[in-house]
């Protein structure tokens, strides 16, 4: 059974950082993307971060820059460390695992709240 775990949420000023971790298990056909959506209240779910094969990274304009997405596939573990926050970042992250190639799938983790405070 896949678990993703999701670690590293909490309250923090304007300005400040945070650094959010995820764990993968039971994984048994390797991914090729991990990263995070975040939803804020009466939002959609949104984009944040993402590795994909071969290191790549992407990042949802907003917070380009300020956000940094690591990736450590001997741990399937999947970071993001947040910096420069700002009140408009506040939400529930959640981490997700993707396969593309068959057998195709994603996973997503339970979620972790991040709120800023101005």
């Known amino acids: 059974q896949v678990q993703l775990v999701e670690s590293g949420g909490g309250l923090v000023q304007a300005g400040g950082s945070l650094r959010l971790s995820c764990v993968a298990s039971g994984i048994t056909f390797s991914c090729n993307r991990m990263g995070w959506y975040r939803q804020a209240p009466g939002k959609e779910r949104e984009f944040v971060a993402m590795?994909?094969?071969?290191?790549?990274?992407y990042y949802e304009d907003s917070v380009r820059g300020r956000f940094t997405v690591a990736r450590d596939n001997a741990k399937n573990t999947v970071d993001l460390q947040m910096d420069t926050l700002k009140p408009e970042d506040t939400a529930v992250y959640y981490c997700f695992v993707e396969r593309v190639a068959a057998p195709s799938y994603r996973y997503w983790g339970q979620g972790t709240q991040v709120t800023v405070s101005s």
């Open positions: 590795s994909g094969s071969g290191d790549y990274t």
